[in-house]
């Protein structure tokens, strides 16, 4: 099966500029998540997907970001507008729903804000 | 809240040599324990996990790790470290939700 794929690998913008992240889970996983590496610091939860509902976005740094599933596949993650400790790479990842708890990872959208 | 330390940023070893990449958590309840291996340019990938049961788990790759629940510790290991297991390793937590990872432990392969 394919794996999580993400787009773009990298991205660099401007200050204040707008970006969006996809990710595409794997057929039939139910579970989507978002995940941050900022430099030098810990891989940080950001929210949870199950199909087309937000489970839990309490790692959601602001109200910049803005995460959406419609239909229950794919995700998009926006970022309006950007700054510069956003910087960092975004990662997701997806899981069945079947207590299993084993998340699948893509690998990673850089995005680099200057 | 959970937390995960990994105390080493870095470790070398020689190829051929075991491996110990430690860590410790924190969390209130009986944890669910994961490691994970990024090589360059790929994702995250599950290396073993720890759910309840045999306290020495094996994973892919030859890994395998060891729950402590007196010293809140999963410690990975590996009898012979190959050149292909250079990559960062992070240990992570998770209760039942979003996964809370230490910060990462580089390993280098020495020749």
């Known amino acids: 099966e394919a794996g999580v794929t993400q787009f773009p690998s990298h991205s660099v913008i401007e200050k204040g500029q707008t970006v969006t992240l996809r990710c595409d889970p794997i057929s039939g996983h139910d579970n989507l998540y978002w995940y941050r590496r900022v430099m030098g610091k810990e891989i940080k939860f950001l929210l949870h997907?199950?199909?087309?509902?937000?489970?839990?976005e309490s790692g959601m740094p602001n109200n910049r970001f803005l995460a959406e599933r419609t239909g229950g596949t794919y995700s998009t993650l926006k970022v309006q507008p950007a700054e510069l400790e956003d910087s960092g790479v975004y990662f997701c990842?997806?899981?069945?729903?079947?207590?299993?708890?084993?998340?699948?990872f893509g690998p990673g959208t850089r995005l680099t804000v200057t | 809240a959970q937390s995960v330390t990994q105390p080493d940023i870095h470790i070398t070893v020689s190829e051929g040599a075991s491996l110990e990449l430690r860590c410790n958590y924190s969390?209130?309840?009986?944890?669910?324990l994961f490691w994970y291996v990024q090589s360059p340019g790929q994702g995250l990938q599950l290396l073993l996990k720890?759910?309840?049961?045999?306290?020495l788990v094996q994973g892919i790759k030859g890994f395998e790790a060891e729950f402590k629940r007196s010293q809140s510790s999963f410690n990975l290991r590996k009898p012979s470290v190959h050149w292909s297991d250079a990559a960062e390793y992070f240990c992570a937590v998770s209760p039942f939700d979003g996964l809370t990872f230490g910060k990462g432990t580089h390993l280098i392969i020495q020749p």
């Open positions: 720890y759910f309840s049961g045999d306290t």
């Open positions: 969390y209130g309840a009986t944890p669910y």
């Open positions: 990842a997806s899981s069945r729903r079947d207590g299993s708890y084993e998340q699948y």
């Open positions: 997907f199950v199909k087309e509902s937000k489970q839990d």
